[in-house]
Structure formats: structure tokens, C-alpha cells
């Protein structure tokens, strides 16, 4: 009997090995997914980091461009005629409530300081960053290293200084801020369609909602996301079968109200006129925007032979990710039905650019304001092929090759762009001068990019001028004295 007492031990401690390997397998995968993650979050970082030196190195706190529409406005805020309707106003296409609130509280609370207005554009695209890196968690388990890779090089092109114009102009923020709230959108929405027992009142759902309508009303931009998050809806419930018919009219009704009450007195509106009567040219504004969203400048000039090509490359990758996609597994298709959706935001914000500059001439594609808005879909391309890569040597091989390119273009970008840094703060100074001047004629105007071209005039820009020199907003608040227009030039904004 003292022989035998050992063995159930020993037969113990040769049970225990499996567990004891398998938990040192658990705890390797889990400190390797916790790099992976840290990995992404450091580049993310830095990206921002990146963008926000490149602001203060670059911008210039000076009005120009659209933002003159805006001064009057501000001047009735100021003066004490501001009306609630003012933040529902109409700019162009747009209902920007979203800009008009922050310009508002901008000239209450910070002078105007237009270059702190650049960094929320910043703070937009490290939020679309998180959302991504969510996602990406969510869908690459188990392969970190793939996900890293993947994120890194999205991360790398949603930061990408390819989108100069969007963060320099200081309004043009809600162009980030249309994406981000577009796809926390549809990430939402996409948590809501998988649920095992999806409920109209739970927070993903709702939270679609919410920034659903943050998404309009940061500009019209946003009626797309209504649209594909509704396709996304509409396809779980015919091919997964999920219980989400409740959801997907709540949702079309919700977003048809909005979108009604958004158009209503809206003004001028986009058609479809021009485009049907000149296909060629909508075709090939639309290849370029889409080329334009990974190509971006050339010694700050586009190259439209090269965006022509590479939007037809990408255009037939994201035909290639919805082919894909259909002849997913059911439960493969649920999976990436998010990622999908995303690849089709882009595609539908360039489509809507296109119906709605098409007149403009086919090279305004190439303008660099509108890559914020459709670089998402090579993102999220980039991030299908590489979730799908253990099923397709092909997609491997396009993930690869995609990812190159994502991290070749954004480091040429980068440089392009850090050789104009200088020159565009020097012109940005060369803005200031002539405002300080008072002397605005038409040509100076043109300078500030509100001209009749622009759809303003040098009489805007001197009542805007003296709006800024009233309540020292902007520029002229850090300086010892401002001498103010003569009341006869106009101050017309008391009157609008």
C-alpha cells in the first residue's frame, strides 16, 4: 500500500498538463492580441499627433472661402439678433447645424480661433480610427497580427494629408464629422441586425438613429447613410432571416421624416438632369473620385489619368467585395455585412458628389475636400480582403497588394504635402494683410476665395471684416488695436 499512494498523484499531475498547456496557449494569444491592439493604438496616436503638428506648423487663424457665408450669422449672434432658426439655416445643399453651433460657440467662447476649429476636424478622424479599430477587433479574433496589419495601413490613409483642404479650411470639419457619424452609424446598426434577439429599444439600435441624424445634419452628405444602412436592414431580413422588420421601418420612417424636413425649404437641390444628359462625363467624374480617394496631389496638382486608373482598379475591387460577399456562408455573410456597407458608403458619397458637381467640370473630382469623404471605402476594402484572406489566395494576394498601395500613396501624400506647408501659411499670412487693409476690391475677393466665382463679392467680405474688428474675433483679437470700416461701408448683416 506505501508503493501505490504516489500514483494517483502522478496521474493527477499527468491530467493537469493539457490544462496547464492550454492555459499557457490562452495567455500567449491573449498578450499577443493585447500588443496587436496597443500597436494600433500607437500609430493611431501618433497619426493624430501627426495631423495636429501639422496644423499648428500650417494653418492660419484668417476667414476665407465659404466661411464668409457664415459671418452674418455670427455678427447677429453677437449683436444680440440671433433667432434659433439661424442654426437650421441652408448653405448650398446643406443644413450644417452641426458647423453653425460650433461657430457659435466659437466667437462666444474662444474669439473665433479658427485654427482650434482645424483640430476638431482631427479629433473626427481619430474617432473614426476607434471605430474601425472596434470592428476590426470584432472581426480578425484569433488572427492579431492580421488585424494589426490591416488597421495600421486604414489608419495610415484615414489620416492621410491627402485631405489638406479639409483641414485647413476650418468649416470643412463636418466633412470628417459626416464619416465618423456614418460609420459609428452603420458599426451600430450592424450590432443591432446580428443580435441574437434584436430589440428596437436597445442601444445599438437607437444609437444608429442618433447619429444618423448627426450625420445629416452635418451636411447633406448624410442621406446616404439613412440609404445604406437601411440596405443593410433590408438585407438581413430577406437573406438571414433575422427579426428585424420592425426595425427597418421604424428606421425608414424615422429617416424619412428627417430627410423631408431636412429638404423642406432647402433651395437650390441636386438633380439628376445634367448627369442623365452626359453619362460619359458622370462616369468618369465618379472613377476619378474614387481614384482621388488613394491617389491624391502631385506637386499640389492632381493627375487625372492617374486617378482614372486607380478609381477603376478600386471600383472593381468593391464589385469584387460585394461578389464575394454573396457567395459567403450565411453566417460569413453576417459577419462582414458591416464591412460591406461601409465599402458602399464611400461608393454612395461619391456617387452623390458626382450628381452634384458634375457641372462644375469633370477635373473638380480630383478636389482634395472630397477624399474625407470617400477614402472609407478603400479602408474598408482593405479590411475585407484581409478578413477574408484564410478562404482565397486571392484576396491574400489583393489585400497585399492594396495595402502597398494604401501606405505608398499616403507616404507620398505626406510628403507632397509637408513641401506646400510652408507656402500655404505664407498666403495664409498674405490673407490676413489684406483684411487688416481694409482695401478689399474684387480682386482681393478672389484672393479670399469669395469672389462672384465663389457665388460671393468684396461687399460680403467688408461686412464680414467688420464683423471680425467689432467683436475682435479671430486674428484681430490677439492684436493692440484694431481700427474699425466706416459704418457707411455697410454692416449689412444687422438688416439680413
Same mark, same amino acid.
Given at each position: 500500500?506505501?508503493?501505490?499512494?504516489?500514483?494517483?498523484?502522478?496521474?493527477?499531475?499527468?491530467?493537469?498538463?493539457?490544462?496547464?498547456?492550454?492555459?499557457?496557449?490562452?495567455? &500567449?494569444?491573449?498578450?499577443?492580441?493585447?500588443?496587436?491592439?496597443?500597436? +494600433?493604438?500607437?500609430?493611431?496616436?501618433?497619426?493624430?499627433?501627426?495631423?495636429?503638428?501639422?496644423?499648428?506648423?500650417?494653418?492660419?487663424?484668417?476667414?476665407? $472661402?465659404?466661411?464668409?457665408?457664415?459671418?452674418? !450669422?455670427?455678427?447677429?449672434?453677437?449683436?444680440?439678433?440671433?433667432?434659433?432658426?439661424?442654426?437650421?439655416?441652408?448653405?448650398?445643399?446643406?443644413?450644417?447645424?452641426?458647423?453653425?453651433?460650433?461657430?457659435?460657440?466659437?466667437?462666444?467662447? @474662444?474669439?473665433?480661433?479658427?485654427?482650434?476649429?482645424?483640430? &476638431?476636424?482631427?479629433?473626427?478622424?481619430?474617432?473614426?480610427?476607434?471605430?474601425?479599430?472596434?470592428?476590426?477587433?470584432?472581426?480578425?479574433?484569433?488572427?492579431?497580427?492580421?488585424?494589426?496589419?490591416?488597421?495600421?495601413?486604414?489608419?495610415?490613409?484615414?489620416? $492621410?494629408?491627402?485631405?489638406?483642404? @479639409?483641414?485647413?479650411?476650418?468649416?470643412?470639419?463636418?466633412? =470628417?464629422?459626416?464619416?465618423?457619424?456614418?460609420?459609428?452609424?452603420?458599426?451600430? !446598426?450592424?450590432?443591432?441586425?446580428?443580435?441574437?434577439?434584436?430589440?428596437?429599444?436597445?442601444?445599438?439600435?437607437?444609437? *444608429?438613429?442618433?447619429?444618423?441624424?448627426?450625420?445629416?445634419?452635418? !451636411?447633406?452628405?448624410?442621406?446616404?447613410?439613412?440609404?445604406?444602412?437601411?440596405? /443593410? &436592414?433590408?438585407?438581413?431580413?430577406?437573406?438571414?432571416?433575422?427579426?428585424?422588420?420592425?426595425?427597418?421601418?421604424?428606421?425608414?420612417?424615422?429617416?424619412?421624416?428627417?430627410?423631408?424636413?431636412?429638404?423642406?425649404?432647402?433651395?437650390?437641390?441636386?438633380?439628376?438632369? =445634367?448627369?442623365? *444628359?452626359?453619362?460619359?462625363?458622370?462616369?468618369?467624374?465618379?472613377?476619378?473620385?474614387?481614384?482621388?480617394?488613394?491617389?491624391? =496631389?502631385?506637386?499640389?496638382?492632381?493627375?487625372?489619368?492617374?486617378? !482614372?486608373?486607380?478609381?477603376?482598379?478600386?471600383?472593381? +475591387?468593391?464589385?469584387?467585395?460585394?461578389?464575394?460577399?454573396?457567395?459567403?456562408?450565411?453566417?460569413?455573410?453576417?459577419?462582414?455585412?458591416?464591412?460591406?456597407?461601409?465599402?458602399?458608403?464611400?461608393?454612395?458619397?461619391?456617387?452623390?458628389?458626382?450628381?452634384?458637381?458634375?457641372?462644375?467640370?469633370?477635373?473638380?473630382?480630383?478636389?482634395?475636400?472630397?477624399?474625407?469623404?470617400?477614402? %472609407?471605402?478603400? $479602408?474598408?476594402?482593405?479590411?475585407?480582403?484581409?478578413?477574408?484572406?484564410?478562404?482565397?489566395?486571392?484576396?491574400?494576394?489583393?489585400?497585399?497588394?492594396?495595402?502597398?498601395?494604401?501606405?505608398?500613396?499616403?507616404?507620398?501624400?505626406?510628403?507632397?504635402?509637408?513641401?506646400?506647408?510652408?507656402?500655404?501659411?505664407?498666403?495664409?499670412?498674405?490673407?490676413?494683410?489684406?483684411?487688416?487693409?481694409?482695401?478689399?476690391?474684387?480682386?482681393?475677393?478672389? *484672393?479670399?476665395?469669395?469672389? /462672384?466665382?465663389?457665388?460671393?463679392?468684396? /461687399?460680403? %467680405?467688408?461686412?464680414?471684416?467688420?464683423?471680425?474688428?467689432?467683436?475682435?474675433?479671430?486674428?484681430?483679437?490677439?492684436?493692440?488695436?484694431?481700427?474699425?470700416?466706416?459704418?457707411?461701408?455697410t454692416l449689412r448683416f444687422q438688416n439680413r
Amino acid at each position: 500500500m506505501p508503493r501505490s499512494s504516489p500514483q494517483p498523484a502522478a496521474r493527477s499531475q499527468g491530467m493537469n498538463k493539457p490544462n496547464a498547456a492550454g492555459m499557457r496557449h490562452q495567455h &500567449i494569444a491573449r498578450n499577443r492580441s493585447i500588443a496587436a491592439i496597443a500597436a +494600433c493604438l500607437l500609430v493611431l496616436s501618433g497619426s493624430t499627433a501627426f495631423l495636429v503638428w501639422y496644423i499648428d506648423r500650417t494653418a492660419v487663424d484668417v476667414v476665407y $472661402a465659404d466661411t464668409w457665408a457664415y459671418l452674418p !450669422m455670427v455678427g447677429r449672434a453677437l449683436s444680440g439678433g440671433f433667432s434659433a432658426t439661424d442654426l437650421f439655416a441652408a448653405h448650398n445643399e446643406n443644413r450644417t447645424l452641426l458647423l453653425n453651433a460650433v461657430l457659435l460657440a466659437s466667437a462666444k467662447f @474662444d474669439a473665433f480661433n479658427l485654427v482650434h476649429a482645424d483640430d &476638431i476636424g482631427v479629433l473626427f478622424i481619430a474617432a473614426t480610427g476607434l471605430v474601425l479599430l472596434s470592428s476590426c477587433i470584432n472581426l480578425f479574433r484569433g488572427r492579431d497580427m492580421a488585424m494589426a496589419a490591416a488597421f495600421i495601413c486604414s489608419a495610415l490613409l484615414v489620416s $492621410a494629408l491627402e485631405q489638406w483642404e @479639409d483641414l485647413l479650411l476650418p468649416i470643412n470639419f463636418v466633412f =470628417f464629422a459626416t464619416i465618423t457619424f456614418g460609420v459609428a452609424a452603420i458599426v451600430l !446598426m450592424h450590432r443591432y441586425v446580428v443580435a441574437p434577439r434584436p430589440r428596437l429599444l436597445s442601444a445599438a439600435f437607437l444609437g *444608429s438613429i442618433a447619429v444618423s441624424e448627426l450625420a445629416l445634419f452635418s !451636411m447633406g452628405g448624410g442621406v446616404v447613410v439613412w440609404g445604406i444602412n437601411a440596405l /443593410q &436592414i433590408t438585407l438581413s431580413y430577406l437573406l438571414h432571416k433575422t427579426r428585424t422588420g420592425s426595425g427597418l421601418i421604424v428606421y425608414v420612417a424615422v429617416g424619412g421624416v428627417s430627410i423631408a424636413g431636412y429638404l423642406h425649404g432647402l433651395g437650390h437641390q441636386i438633380g439628376v438632369g =445634367f448627369s442623365a *444628359s452626359h453619362p460619359w462625363a458622370f462616369v468618369q467624374f465618379f472613377l476619378i473620385g474614387l481614384g482621388n480617394s488613394l491617389v491624391g =496631389f502631385f506637386h499640389n496638382e492632381p493627375y487625372l489619368p492617374l486617378d !482614372m486608373t486607380a478609381g477603376t482598379l478600386l471600383f472593381a +475591387c468593391y464589385c469584387g467585395v460585394t461578389a464575394i460577399w454573396l457567395r459567403l456562408a450565411k453566417a460569413d455573410q453576417a459577419v462582414a455585412l458591416g464591412l460591406l456597407c461601409l465599402v458602399l458608403l464611400g461608393v454612395g458619397e461619391e456617387a452623390l458628389i458626382a450628381l452634384g458637381r458634375l457641372p462644375y467640370g469633370v477635373s473638380y473630382a480630383a478636389a482634395s475636400r472630397y477624399s474625407a469623404l470617400t477614402l %472609407i471605402s478603400v $479602408a474598408a476594402s482593405l479590411v475585407f480582403f484581409a478578413w477574408h484572406a484564410p478562404r482565397s489566395r486571392s484576396s491574400a494576394v489583393i489585400a497585399v497588394l492594396l495595402g502597398l498601395a494604401v501606405v505608398t500613396f499616403s507616404m507620398i501624400d505626406d510628403r507632397n504635402e509637408l513641401g506646400m506647408a510652408d507656402a500655404r501659411r505664407q498666403y495664409g499670412e498674405h490673407l490676413q494683410s489684406i483684411l487688416r487693409s481694409g482695401q478689399i476690391e474684387e480682386a482681393e475677393a478672389e *484672393s479670399l476665395e469669395w469672389g /462672384q466665382v465663389q457665388g460671393g463679392s468684396a /461687399q460680403d %467680405i467688408v461686412d464680414g471684416n467688420a464683423i471680425l474688428r467689432d467683436y475682435r474675433l479671430s486674428f484681430y483679437h490677439n492684436e493692440p488695436s484694431a481700427t474699425l470700416p466706416r459704418r457707411d461701408q455697410t454692416l449689412r448683416f444687422q438688416n439680413r
